[in-house]
């Protein structure tokens, strides 16, 4: 079930609570494939079907945007902690707030959840992300390093 959480402009901001059978879901395999074309996420399905969540917009009856969460649980602090596992904007909206705005919508609902924390990974090649986070108050804490043993 996807409920409406936010109207402006005729903007429209949903919430989903799994991303299984979304009207965003081939907005958002597209913008992923297009992501990983651009070298900005790794050639993997990052996201379950079941467990994440998605914040999208529509304007005109039109997927623009949405961004992807999942709840991880931290066994030794016994919590749940929630990660962006994907977000963007169709290229035609983007620098106009959009992402702001679903932003702003997940962080609300992350506080009232009681998440202690919000994350995310970005990928190096990434600076334009890292600097949209770095704008809503989020700072870059470890490097994550890998080899490729087999491609
Ligand atoms: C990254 C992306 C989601 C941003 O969406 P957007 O709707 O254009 O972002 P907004 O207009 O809401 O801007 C958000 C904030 O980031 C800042 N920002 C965005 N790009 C920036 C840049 N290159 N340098 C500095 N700040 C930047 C904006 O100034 C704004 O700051 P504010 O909240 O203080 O005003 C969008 O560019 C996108 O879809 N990129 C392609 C997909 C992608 O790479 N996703 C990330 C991988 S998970």
């Known amino acids: 079930m996807s409920y409406l959480v936010s109207t ?10 799994n991303l299984c059978y979304s009207e965003a879901y081939s907005f958002l395999l597209k913008q992923y494939a297009e992501a990983i074309d651009e070298g900005k996420v790794f050639s993997i399905t990052p996201w379950n079907n079941d467990t994440c969540g998605l914040f999208y917009a529509k304007k005109d009856d ?29 290229k035609d909206y983007r620098n106009k707030g959009i992402y702001s705005k679903l932003y702003n919508q997940l962080e609300h609902w992350g506080k009232i959840e009681g998440f202690p924390v919000l994350g995310t990974l970005i990928h190096k090649n990434d600076s334009n992300f890292m ?21």
Do not use: P, Q, W
Request: hydrophobic fraction near 35%; charged fraction near 25%; proline fraction near 0%.
């Open 8 to 17: 402006t402009d005729n903007l429209n901001i949903f919430h989903k609570r």
């Open 62 to 90: 039109k997927i623009i945007g949405v961004i992807v969460y999942d709840t991880d649980y931290n066994e030794r602090k016994n919590n749940y902690i929630l990660g962006i596992i994907f977000a963007s904007i169709d």
């Open 131 to 151: 600097a949209c986070m770095k704008s809503k108050g989020f700072t870059h804490i470890m490097y994550k390093t890998i080899k490729y043993l087999d491609r």
